[in-house]
Nanobody, 117 residues
């Protein structure tokens, strides 16, 4: 049974930082394409950043230079360091683990990030 559990969300002022963590069990993060997605109120879920099994990273334009995705092999986690947060970053952030070769994808329950003064 694969489980992804996100943590680290919360309320932060504009310009502040948060670090999200996704703890995986039942799978090894380095064997998956790991991604962070977000869902703004009333909008569809969208990709924020991902890391391939080889460690390559991809960021969408609106987070480039502000967010960094990383993984910790020892802890079997994937993290998202978010800097220079703005109110438009307010969303529920989800962790995803994907094995396209098997056609499987897992989601965490999400963690709320609110950027407000």
């Amino acid at each position: 049974q694969v489980q992804l559990v996100e943590s680290g969300g919360g309320l932060v002022q504009p310009g502040g930082s948060l670090r999200l963590s996704c703890a995986a069990s039942g799978t090894i993060v380095s064997a998956n394409i790991m991604g962070w997605y977000r869902q703004l109120p009333g909008k569809q879920r969208e990709l924020v950043a991902l890391m391939t099994t080889g460690g390559a990273t991809h960021y969408v334009d609106f987070v480039k230079g502000r967010f960094t995705i990383s993984r910790d092999h020892a802890k079997n986690t994937v993290e998202l360091q978010m800097n220079s947060l703005q109110p438009e970053d307010t969303a529920v952030y989800y962790c995803n683990a994907r094995r396209p070769e098997y056609g499987i994808s897992y989601w965490g329950q999400g963690t709320q990030v609110t950027v407000s003064s």
